[in-house]
Nanobody, 115 residues
Framework: QVQLVESGGGLVQPGGSLRLSCAAS????????MAWYRQTPGKQRELVAT???????NSADSVKGRFTISRDNAKNTVYLQMNSLKPEDTAVYYC?????????WGQGTQVTVSS
């Protein structure tokens, strides 16, 4: 019943933009803090941004001013708007639903920033 489905990844040139989407089940979306993580080979999974059930957001220093997390309660969807993309943003991006004792993960979507 718990399902997170990411979409929107792809290939983009440096300086370009992408918007990632994560569709969640209604109960997960209402109760859990939602987040985006990313991971590249040889690195630990990195927290990119979070958004709480009441809309409070936080972002990693590496993406502040460039990435924006948001949520659409009517669509049970969380978004990650990524602007001014850099090659170092290349990673698999994962949607996450979190409560204090549990986490659920999407399958990931590849973002590649390259000229």
């Amino acid at each position: 019943q718990v399902q997170l489905v990411e979409s929107g990844g792809g290939l983009v040139q440096p300086g370009g933009s992408l918007r990632l989407s994560c569709a969640a089940s209604r109960i997960i979306f209402r109760i859990y803090t939602m987040a985006w993580y990313r991971q590249t080979p040889g690195k630990q999974r990195e927290l990119v941004a979070t958004i709480t059930t009441d809309g409070r957001t936080n972002s990693a220093d590496s993406v502040k001013g460039r990435f924006t997390i948001s949520r659409d309660n009517a669509k049970n969807t969380v978004y990650l708007q990524m602007n001014s993309l850099k090659p170092e943003d290349t990673a698999v991006y994962y949607c996450n639903a979190h409560r204090i004792a549990e986490d659920y993960w999407g399958q990931g979507t590849q973002v590649t920033v390259s000229s």
